[in-house]
């Protein structure tokens, strides 16, 4: 049973920064791509950003690309997203999704698997 707990979020002032965190259970965490996908209110769950088991390779989405970065340390089982400049349209909430094996690299939902109970941002204008 994989569980990923989600933490870091909280009430920021448009231009500020937070770093969220996502630890994962089991020792197989370090052979898997991760991603962060976020979801606001009335909305679908989108793609943020994606980083392969390794840490070499990552993936952004258009919205977040120079703003956001995605992190891991793989001994910590933890899967980091550092957030700068943020605006209050990142407003959501921050989900990380374990890739699935077959279809890496993958924007698409249905190709995670795996996911915690998110944590909340909210940024303030």
């Known amino acids: 049973q994989v569980q990923l707990v989600e933490s870091g979020g909280g009430l920021v002032q448009a231009g500020g920064s937070l770093r969220l965190s996502c630890t994962a259970s089991?020792?197989?965490?370090?052979?898997?791509?991760m991603g962060w996908f976020r979801q606001a209110p009335g909305k679908e769950r989108e793609f943020v950003a994606a980083i392969s088991w390794s840490g070499a390779s990552t993936y952004y989405s258009d919205s977040v690309k120079g703003r956001f970065t995605i992190s891991r340390d793989n001994a910590k089982n933890t899967v980091y997203l550092q957030m700068n400049s943020l605006k209050p349209e990142d407003t959501a909430v921050y989900y990380c999704?374990?890739?699935?094996?077959?279809?890496?690299?993958?924007?698409?939902?249905?190709?995670?698997?795996?996911w915690g109970q998110g944590t909340q941002v909210t940024v303030s204008s």
């Open positions: 999704h374990r890739h699935d094996r077959e279809s890496w690299p993958s924007q698409l939902l249905p190709s995670y698997e795996y």
């Open positions: 089991g020792r197989t965490f370090i052979s898997y791509d």
